[in-house]
């Protein structure tokens, strides 16, 4: 496993196919770090989508995936995975005669069935980013099939890392839980603050003091995770007096079964993406 942050190359042309949030995102991204607008083509049937991308990128956008791959070489599979095959097996014909690198961000969804619909011998990256990509604070999981060479490999790093992070990931079996942890993993943080919210408020706080003391002690408590370079278990000690506040809470997590019930959530995410592979093949 490897983790790095790049920057993405200005001049290739990539394909989007499929214009929504994750796409939107990684748009943003490149846009922001200096890729050229006219490098960058998205496919997406809904207009509303293409009108909001050209206008606010610049970039060219179509209503057929066919128009969008016309001369790019990176191709950013960016749909659900339930309308993955379709979207390929469309495309297999242009795979076929191109030779793309095929990038797809689809939970689930495997290099083997990519390759399929595509054709066959084709090179293929799996891409787990997640939505923090929009403030290019993201993390993405990659996993590169056989076909995709150096150069290949490092342009699909180049495009994620306009994300944010980039980890690499050699068994393919692991993109699931890659999925499961980073790829929903800002929902997890979500959820927590909306009940840390609502637990606030019930015990008497205004709703907006509420909000901003749980959003910036979240947003406190992830700088000192990545700055201080303390294990969490230790951030935690320091946090946690004997006999005091924290103790009681931690305790109340810990008696609750936090620790189990976030490894089922997790086990039944991956359990999911595994789903979404054998429910769209
Ligand atoms: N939203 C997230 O946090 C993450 C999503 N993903 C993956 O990204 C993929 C897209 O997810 P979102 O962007 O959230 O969904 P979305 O629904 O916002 O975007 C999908 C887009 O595909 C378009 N589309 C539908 N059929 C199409 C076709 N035949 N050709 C071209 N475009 C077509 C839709 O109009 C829509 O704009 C999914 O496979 C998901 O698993 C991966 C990581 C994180
Ligand atoms: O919920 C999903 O299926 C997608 C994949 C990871 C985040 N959103």
């Given at each position: 496993?490897?983790?790095?942050?790049?920057?993405?190359?200005?001049?290739?042309?990539?394909?989007?196919?499929?214009?929504?949030?994750?796409?939107?995102?990684?748009?943003?991204?490149?846009?922001?770090?200096?890729?050229?607008?006219?490098?960058?083509?998205?496919?997406?049937?809904?207009?509303?989508?293409?009108?909001?991308?050209?206008?606010?990128?610049?970039?060219?956008?179509?209503?057929?995936?066919?128009?969008?791959?016309?001369?790019?070489?990176?191709?950013?599979?960016?749909?659900?995975?339930?309308?993955?095959?379709?979207?390929?097996?469309?495309?297999?014909?242009?795979?076929?005669?191109?030779?793309?690198?095929?990038?797809?961000?689809?939970?689930?969804?495997?290099?083997?069935?990519?390759?399929?619909?595509?054709?066959?011998?084709?090179?293929?990256?799996?891409?787990?980013?997640?939505?923090?990509?929009?403030?290019?604070?993201?993390?993405?999981?990659?996993?590169?099939?056989?076909?995709?060479?150096?150069?290949?490999?490092?342009?699909?790093?180049?495009?994620?890392?306009?994300?944010?992070?980039?980890?690499?990931?050699?068994?393919?079996?692991?993109?699931?839980?890659?999925?499961?942890?980073?790829?929903?993993?800002?929902?997890?943080?979500?959820?927590?603050?909306?009940?840390?919210?609502?637990?606030g408020i019930a015990e008497g706080l205004a709703?907006?003091?509420a909000?901003?003391?749980?959003?910036?002690?979240?947003?406190?408590?992830?700088?000192?995770?990545?700055?201080?370079?303390?294990?969490?278990?230790?951030?935690?000690?320091?946090?946690?007096?004997?006999?005091?506040?924290?103790?009681?809470?931690?305790?109340?997590?810990?008696?609750?079964?936090?620790?189990?019930?976030?490894?089922?959530?997790?086990?039944?995410?991956?359990?999911?993406?595994?789903?979404?592979?054998?429910?769209?093949?």
């Open positions: 496993m490897t983790t790095s942050v790049s920057r993405p190359s200005p001049s290739a042309t990539v394909a989007f196919i499929g214009g929504g949030n994750m796409a939107r995102s990684l748009i943003g991204g490149l846009i922001a770090r200096g890729a050229a607008a006219d490098s960058v083509r998205v496919a997406d049937p809904n207009e509303a989508t293409r009108r909001a991308l050209a206008a606010d990128f610049g970039v060219a956008a179509f209503a057929e995936a066919a128009e969008a791959v016309e001369g790019a070489s990176l191709w950013m599979l960016a749909v659900k995975p339930q309308v993955m095959r379709e979207v390929c097996t469309t495309l297999a014909p242009r795979a076929q005669a191109e030779r793309p690198t095929a990038v797809s961000v689809a939970a689930g969804i495997t290099s083997t069935q990519l390759d399929r619909w595509l054709g066959g011998d084709t090179a293929v990256v799996r891409a787990m980013p997640n939505t923090p990509a929009l403030l290019g604070a993201g993390v993405t999981g990659l996993y590169a099939n056989h076909r995709v060479d150096a150069a290949g490999r490092e342009r699909a790093q180049a495009l994620l890392s306009s994300a944010g992070a980039t980890v690499w990931i050699d068994d393919e079996a692991q993109m699931d839980a890659v999925t499961a942890v980073s790829g929903s993993g800002p929902a997890y943080v979500f959820l927590l603050a909306e009940a840390m919210e609502e637990a709703p907006e003091a909000r901003t003391l749980v959003l910036q002690t979240i947003l406190g408590a992830a700088r000192m995770l990545n700055e201080s370079g303390e294990a969490p278990a230790e951030l935690r000690r320091r946090v946690t007096s004997p006999g005091g506040t924290t103790q009681a809470a931690v305790e109340t997590f810990e008696s609750g079964g936090l620790r189990g019930l976030a490894a089922r959530a997790i086990r039944n995410a991956a359990a999911r993406g595994r789903e979404l592979a054998a429910a769209n093949d």
